[in-house]
């Protein structure tokens, strides 16, 4: 699914917090949002999954405006993997996953075998199909998020849109997550944190700062010592492995 957002301008009160921002995502490509923190990568995507308005500009999956389309319409075109996730109830973690089914769902409809199903798959995928019937809330942060992913794949959309989601997991648990989501062949629009995993995951990179997109490209073109800097205002070197794999080292 194609998805792209076209001049999207958004303010709170006084302050412009994104300043005409376009970006797109072509079918089954892996975009990345790169920038310091404040730049406004999590408001952008809160514009694109519909947690915000935008002052200006428009959101479209597969050229259709996504303010004309239900709620249920667009989740079932995209799925969100957020930072932060809260529940007021006890639920389990198979349950929070259950309500990955919920767009596909008619009023009042029980679940079926068919959910339950996919469910199991979503939790074998992500690893935790041992952890079902635990309570959400006594996970860890890096257990609840494999958990928020299985219930984003249990949502069975052609598109995801993950806003820095391995932001609680060790190094294994994020290159795990990742590939995971890399080999799922949908559209993904994810912020990032780390340039290096940035640089191994995704197909097309945009910089945001202060905003306005600063750059935008592959991962060779933008990730360079000289943009780096005036991003970050750090001192960086790029470096191959012996696999070609490109790498950032901070100095």
């Known amino acids: 699914m194609k998805v792209s957002a076209d001049n999207i301008r958004l303010s709170y009160g006084a302050e412009e917090i994104l300043k005409s921002v376009s970006i797109g995502a072509e ?3 892996f975009v990345g949002l790169i920038g310091p923190n404040g730049s406004g990568k999590s408001t952008l995507l809160k514009c694109i999954y519909r947690i915000l308005k935008p002052n200006d500009g428009c959101v479209m999956l597969d050229g259709s405006p996504l303010q004309d389309m239900s709620y249920r319409s667009s989740a079932k075109k995209m799925a969100v993997v957020a930072q932060h996730n809260y529940y007021n109830f006890d639920f389990s973690v198979r349950e929070v996953v259950l309500m990955g089914r919920s767009p596909h769902k008619k009023a009042i409809e029980r679940d079926n075998a068919r959910d339950y199903a996919i469910v199991d798959n979503a939790l074998c995928t992500v690893g935790m199909e041992r952890f079902a019937d635990r ?13 928020i992913l299985a219930r984003a794949l249990a949502q069975q959309t052609p598109c995801l849109v993950l806003d820095e989601p391995t932001n609680h997991l060790d190094i294994t648990h994020q290159l795990q997550l990742l590939k995971i989501v890399k080999n799922l062949n949908v559209t993904v629009i994810s912020a990032i944190h780390d340039l290096n995993i940035a640089a191994m995951f995704c197909d097309r990179i945009y910089v945001l700062k202060d905003g306005i997109i600063a750059a935008e490209g592959a991962p060779r073109e933008v990730l360079t010592r000289k943009l780096i800097k005036e991003i970050y205002q750090v001192e960086s070197e790029v470096v191959e492995d012996s696999r070609g794999q490109m790498h950032i080292l901070f100095t």
């Open 27 to 29: 079918d089954k490509e």
């Open 135 to 147: 309570s959400f809330s006594t996970l860890s942060g890096g257990e609840q998020q494999r958990v």
